[in-house]
């Protein structure tokens, strides 16, 4: 299960404060995602990344900021983040910008936001 | 607005009893439903998948049906066992990179 990686696993943050998330794929894919996962809820897509250029932002709110430094590595950038921004972030990948290609998942980041 | 709906939310079968799982979509440009199966505390991964050009498809004790003119899928496990005990997700690809997910259906299979 080593495929696609996230750190930190768990993130305890104030409302207050600046963190971030950071994900890698091993698998060669090209296209990379974030996910927002709360209880009870569907997975929501956040952000799509194909070849380091973004290509769909969910009306995501401002204070969610990703980056994708190349294809193997993407971001997510937290700054005064609202408690209602607590979840879990999961990460993944895909080979290409074909979604008809599996999408790969990382474990999550476990953000709890006081 | 583009959604998938699933259900139901929570299945309880006994272990070797079959268990299926229903999912609704609204955009009929649609072409391709994963299933992903999440375990507690695990990431979620793909079971089984199935394209817009195919009706059923099966690997094993999994199986998947789509109906394109109802705009509906579903999983089918047939002689459940306790390690299927998870939270399934379907999801429907709506062209470009729009993947929208079900919220999920929480199997328990009692042995």
């Known amino acids: 299960e080593t495929g696609v990686t996230q750190t930190p696993r768990h993130l305890v943050m104030g409302m207050t404060n600046k963190k971030s998330l950071k994900c890698e794929q091993h698998?060669?894919?090209?296209?990379m995602y974030w996910y927002k996962q709360s209880a009870k809820k569907p997975l929501e897509l956040m952000f799509v990344y194909s070849l380091e250029e973004r290509v769909e932002n969910n009306s995501v709110p401002s204070r969610f900021s990703p980056e994708c430094p190349n294809s193997s590595h993407l971001f997510l950038h937290l700054h005064t983040l609202q408690p209602e921004d607590s979840a879990l972030y999961l990460c993944?990948?895909?080979?290409?910008?074909?979604?008809?290609?599996?999408?790969?998942f990382g474990p999550g980041t476990r953000l709890t936001v006081l | 607005g583009e959604n998938v709906e699933q259900h139901p939310s929570t299945l309880s079968v006994q272990e070797g009893d079959s268990a299926v799982i229903k999912c609704t979509y609204s955009?009929?440009?649609?072409?391709?439903f994963p299933w992903y199966k999440q375990e507690l505390g695990k990431r979620p991964q793909l079971i089984i998948d199935i394209r817009s050009n195919v009706g059923e498809k099966k690997d094993q004790r999994i199986a998947v049906t789509l109906n394109k003119t109802a705009k509906h899928f579903s999983l089918h496990i047939t002689e459940t066992q306790p390690e299927d005990s998870a939270v399934y997700f379907c999801a429907a690809t709506l062209g470009g990179f729009k993947t929208i997910f079900g919220a999920g259906t929480r199997l328990f299979v009692k042995a």
């Open positions: 993944a990948s895909s080979q290409d910008r074909n979604l008809l290609h599996t999408q790969y």
């Open positions: 698998l060669g894919h090209n296209a």
């Open positions: 955009d009929s440009a649609s072409n391709y």
